[in-house]
């Protein structure tokens, strides 16, 4: 066994984990937090991305171990004080979540290619998703959601003082 201190979402605790375990299984069964997915077992859907010290990887391709001392943010911990993040509500608001499977992937890596660059284009948009697979339908719901993210930096569409929508 080999002793690990994860940070995820904040939250910092001691384990004693099987060298062998990978992160994505610590992080489901150990942390119990769900919402990471494990899709394809061979790192090529991104259904299981998470941030590794702000940086977007595959849960899957990393061992427990090799986060001892991380700070690792889920999907569950975009969200700040039950609001959702501007990546969710981007999701919400374009539709971009489908099934469902893959959203966790794509919410935590748009959410780092927001980090990286506020303000990307269409294709890079798709270029920084491309790690992330959709087997649903296509990929125009997800990239509005991202454009639509990153075009609301503050996650809400901004309204005048009579409620309605103005341009941002």
């Known amino acids: 066994m080999t002793e690990v201190r994860i940070s995820i979402n904040g939250e910092s605790r001691d384990h004693d984990?099987?060298?062998?375990?990978l992160l994505v299984h610590y992080i489901r069964e150990t942390r119990r937090l769900t919402g990471t997915h494990v899709g394809c077992d061979t790192s090529n859907c991104g259904?299981?991305?998470?941030?590794?010290d702000g940086a977007p990887v595959k849960s899957c391709t990393v061992?427990?171990?090799?986060?001892d001392g991380a700070e690792?943010?889920?999907v569950e911990g975009l969200a700040t004080n039950g609001t959702r993040s501007p990546v969710q509500e981007g999701f919400r608001q374009k539709h971009g979540l489908q099934?469902?499977?893959c959203t966790p992937g794509f919410l935590v890596a748009a959410t780092a290619l927001l980090e990286e660059n506020p303000d990307p284009t269409?294709?890079?948009i798709?270029?920084?998703l491309e790690g992330n697979l959709c087997r649903c339908t296509g990929y125009a719901m997800i990239v509005d959601s991202v454009r639509w993210a990153a075009e609301h930096p503050e996650g809400h569409v901004p309204t005048d003082t009579a409620g309605a929508e103005v341009a941002s």
Do not use: K, N, S
Not at 63 to 67: N, Y
């Open 72 to 74: 690792i943010t889920t």
């Open 126 to 128: 798709r270029e920084g």
């Open 17 to 21: 984990v099987d060298p062998r375990t």
């Open 47 to 52: 259904a299981c991305t998470v941030l590794l």
């Open 63 to 67: 061992l427990a171990a090799q986060a």
């Open 99 to 101: 099934c469902g499977y």
């Open 122 to 124: 269409e294709q890079e």
